[in-house]
């Protein structure tokens, strides 16, 4: 078997998480987090919608964790995303820090934002 190191560039992948935190390019993270082009850092939830209708034009997809367990997002939130071109995918925020790490590896353009386990 062969083992490559993963190089992230200047984007800043999801290193660790636990009940209540996140740990994205070596900082810590309390609470709710977005990450993305623009950097890291605290998100207020679903009707925080700002941020996230911002990375219109510069993501592709964005992941969206809904904590734990999967769950639906608003389905507001989800038409007002897809209207301004940014697709959305939602799980549970373990796997969506797992797979938004392998896209941004490969160069993608994603962002993630989470709630807490």
Do not use: K
């Amino acid at each position: 078997m062969r083992l490559n190191e993963v190089t992230f560039n200047d984007a800043r992948p999801v290193e660790g998480y636990g009940p209540g935190f996140f740990r994205i390019g070596g900082a810590v993270y309390e609470g709710a987090v977005l990450t993305g082009p623009g950097g890291t850092g605290l998100w207020a939830g679903y009707e925080d919608d700002a941020p996230l209708a911002a990375l219109a034009g510069q993501v592709d997809v964005l992941f969206i964790g809904t904590g734990g367990e999967i769950a639906h997002i608003p389905a507001a939130l989800r038409d007002r995303l897809e209207a301004r071109g940014i697709g959305v995918e939602t799980m549970a925020s373990p796997a969506a820090a797992r797979t938004y790490n392998v896209l941004l590896s490969e160069g993608r353009r994603v962002a993630l934002a989470m709630l807490p386990v």
